[in-house]
């Protein structure tokens, strides 16, 4: 029996990309997962699809950036399963742009979801796992949150925020002796919807030309999330980077 089986696994973004990706490799282990995105049709069609492979989901349409709605999301699995094992902060936007187009929206968009998502998150799950003095936070960043890339400064600005908030979260846990594990997950470039949250072209041919060859598949990055859960209570991986093997920064 996999050490994930009747985890209770909270992810948010997962109607596409990494996070849907996680939630049809977990619910394969045996999790019993709670799916949050915006988009109601898609956490749908997810749901069906793993409930006819004897899954246990639940959805919830969440916009990240409304603390009230992540809440629920966290009070759905409370009610519903009793407990929260593992929650995923995975939604996220990557509009990258030079700084001189002044795309100040995008920028708003990027610190409301990439950084106030994954805030609202750890405030949503913190006291219920403080509660059973047990739980895993994982939040997925990015390899620009280690090194800048051109047009993705604010971007980048997000992901160093993802990950000095989960490395403080992992001081603060194991300073108070808390039975809580903290993992960030930095992927390099992936072929998922977040490519196409770019509307500067020219800073979209900047980010393929530093990844000349195949991007990575979200299934890869699920293989990671799943990597982290696996370990022994005793165990907690930190931090992975995982990048496409022709990738420099």
Same mark, same amino acid.
């Given at each position: *029996?996999?050490t ?11 109607s ?9 490799? %977990?619910?394969?282990?045996g ?6 995105a ?5 956490? !749908?069609t ?7 492979n004897?899954?246990?989901? +639940? ?11 992540? !809440? ?6 409370? !009610? ?17 742009? #030079?700084?001189?187009?002044?795309h ?5 968009? *990027? ?7 994954? %805030? #609202?998150?750890? +405030?949503?799950?913190?006291?219920? *796992? ?13 390899v ?5 890339? =051109? +047009? ?15 490395d403080g979260?992992? *001081?603060? =846990? ?19 919807? =977040? %490519?196409?949250?770019?509307t ?16 990575l598949?979200s299934?890869?990055?699920a293989?990671?999330?799943? #990597? ?9 991986v930190?931090?992975?980077i ?5 990738? %420099?920064?």
């Amino acid at each position: *029996m996999s050490t994930v089986t009747d985890k209770v696994v909270v992810i948010t973004g997962a109607s596409s990309g990494i996070g849907e990706a996680a939630a049809r490799l %977990l619910a394969s282990r045996g999790a019993k997962l709670v799916l949050a995105a915006r988009r109601r049709e898609r956490l !749908e069609t997810i749901a069906q699809d793993l409930q006819a492979n004897g899954a246990q989901v +639940a959805i919830i349409p969440v916009d990240v950036t409304k603390r009230n709605q992540v !809440e629920q999301a966290k009070d759905l699995a409370v !009610e519903q399963f009793g407990r929260i094992d593992v929650w995923i902060n995975n939604a996220g936007l990557m509009p990258l742009a #030079y700084m001189e187009k002044l795309h100040v929206e995008e920028w708003e968009q *990027m610190v409301d979801v990439n950084i106030k998502g994954v %805030l #609202y998150g750890i +405030a949503a799950v913190l006291p219920v *796992m403080i509660a059973q003095d047990s739980g895993h936070i994982i939040n997925i960043a990015s390899v620009a949150g280690h090194k800048v890339g =051109l +047009a993705g400064a604010v971007y980048s600005g997000t992901k160093f925020a993802v990950r000095a908030i989960t490395d403080g979260l992992r *001081m603060e =846990l194991v300073s108070a002796h808390r039975h809580i594990r903290t993992t960030l997950i930095s992927p390099g470039l992936v072929e998922t919807e =977040l %490519l196409h949250t770019t509307t500067d072209q020219e800073a979209l041919n900047a980010l393929k030309a530093r990844v000349p060859g195949k991007p990575l598949n979200s299934q890869s990055i699920a293989e990671a999330i799943l #990597y982290a859960i696996e370990q022994p209570e005793s165990v907690s991986v930190s931090e992975i980077i995982i990048r496409p093997s022709e990738q %420099l920064n």
